[in-house]
């Protein structure tokens, strides 16, 4: 099971690799549409890189008291929580990249040929970062079970494995937290000054308060909420494990027990990606495209 679910895994991986290619390979031909796309990106990579810098401290921080103040810290405890961080902080990174090159790619799509041509481009715009977190989070437990209980056999192997998701919510309080306040800043600013004092109407691009409340969209409802699925992913996972293991220790049955939720992600993973392929707008029928 373990290797069905790295299986999985790198297959949706595989195929977020394909619909960010998919995206990035759309040309923007209306320079205006280029102009503001290329100023909500570089304002949002520029908060990520800005808030990332300041999480690292905090989870090496961190990653020292784990080593040091519990026993099953130091030093594989410290590792699987900056792994989790790490891949965390992935998810987010590749999410919000693709997410602000496919606004302006949909755009474009839109005035080609309608909603039917923009809603492949959005949809394969946020799948990159559902598959991205789902496929990172199911590897990354996949192969901390495979190392920390299986290959290294620690004594607090579940605790060990548990710090990954641990590390996945350090990732997730930062961005969710932070990206809401920029977000909310921005769009009160954004009213004030373009409303209220110049008359300017809302989501002008003419007002800079307007570029800065999409950018705290990104950051906010892409990398946090992207942090945070993944948090709760991994959560979903390793706790039911660690739960079973208590629960049926030194029983014969644990074996096949334990790695149910794994075959679960599997299943999921496997079904998730069938499904992208059937989203196929057809005239008047847009929703049902998406049930």
């Known amino acids: 099971m373990l290797i069905n679910s790295m299986i999985a895994a790198a297959a949706g991986l595989i195929l977020a690799a394909f619909y960010a290619n998919k995206v990035l390979s759309i040309k923007v031909t209306d320079s205006r549409v280029e102009e503001l796309s290329a100023a909500i990106r570089q304002g949002s990579m520029a908060f990520l890189k ?61 005035r080609d040929g309608g909603t039917l041509k923009a809603l492949p481009v959005a949809f394969r715009g946020g799948a990159v970062m559902g598959f991205t977190v789902a496929g990172l989070g199911l590897l990354g437990v996949a192969l901390g079970y495979w190392l920390f209980i299986e290959v290294l056999d620690l004594p607090n192997g579940y605790d060990v494995l548990a710090a990954i998701g641990l590390g996945g919510s350090s990732i997730a309080l930062f961005a969710r937290v932070g990206g809401g306040i920029y977000t909310k800043a921005a769009d009160v600013g954004a009213d004030l000054v373009g409303k209220v004092e110049a008359g ?36 979903s996972l390793v706790a039911p494990l660690a739960y079973a293991a208590i629960v049926f220790a030194g029983q014969s049955v644990l074996p096949s027990l334990l ?27 847009l929703a049902q495209a998406l049930h």
């Open 200 to 235: 300017i109407p809302e989501d002008d691009p003419r007002n800079p308060a307007t570029i800065a409340d999409n950018v705290g969209d990104n950051v906010g409802d892409v990398a946090g909420m992207g942090a945070d699925l993944f948090e709760s992913y991994v959560g």
């Open 50 to 110: 800005r808030m990332y810098s300041w999480i690292s401290v905090f989870v090496v921080i961190l990653a020292v008291l784990i080593s040091t103040l519990t026993e099953w810290g130091y030093p594989w405890g410290s590792v699987a929580f900056v792994a989790g961080a790490l891949l965390s902080s992935l998810a987010g990174f590749v999410g919000m990249r693709i997410a602000t090159a496919a606004n302006g790619r949909t755009t474009e799509a839109a």
């Open 259 to 285: 790695l149910f939720p794994l075959a679960v992600g599997t299943i999921g993973m496997g079904a998730s990606i069938l499904s992208s392929f059937l989203v196929v707008p057809k005239e008047g029928k």
